[in-house]
């Protein structure tokens, strides 16, 4: 069963762990890895990654992409959204330690945000804005 508007953005809201896919080019499959996002019902959606990753440049290269959710308790439920690109700009220290207080135990942020920061090299920090939603709940299985 599809999904509601409200239904859908609150699902994306919680910090599910993503799977990111992108263009990787006409001979080439989507390139799918997984990533942490940050998402409010309503607004964009932003992810942070290497600056001259390569999820860094098909991006840009694409001007889009695609994040699909999912669990498989209590029910077997996914959301899929996909959009353009809206602002990429470079990333802060404070955005890592959001993204990563979204998904570390609080005890654990300071010493990743501090490792992070210092050996991943510059970040960019990606804006999608969500244009096209696939969404169910399958029920119990």
């Known amino acids: 069963m599809a999904l509601s508007r409200t239904e859908r953005e ?3 809201a919680e910090p599910h762990i ?5 263009s ?3 001979d080439r499959a989507p390139l799918t890895v997984p990533i942490w996002y940050d998402y409010s019902p309503g607004g964009d959606i932003w992810i942070m990654t290497g600056r001259d990753s390569r999820k860094a440049g098909l991006i840009a290269a694409a001007g889009r992409f695609s994040l699909m959710v999912d ?3 209590p029910t077997v439920r996914y959301v899929s959204v996909e959009g353009p690109v809206v602002s990429v700009e470079p990333a802060e220290r404070a955005q890592l330690e959001s993204i990563s207080a979204r998904y570390l135990p609080a005890d654990k942020v300071d010493g990743y945000v501090d490792g992070a920061w210092k050996d991943h090299g510059e ?3 990606i804006h999608m804005r969500p244009s096209r939603w696939v969404s169910s709940d399958l029920g119990q299985v």
Do not use: K, M, P
């Open 24 to 26: 990787a080019g006409d």
């Open 123 to 125: 970040q960019v920090v």
């Open 10 to 12: 609150q699902f994306l």
């Open 18 to 22: 993503a799977a990111l896919a992108v």
């Open 71 to 73: 669990r498989v308790e």
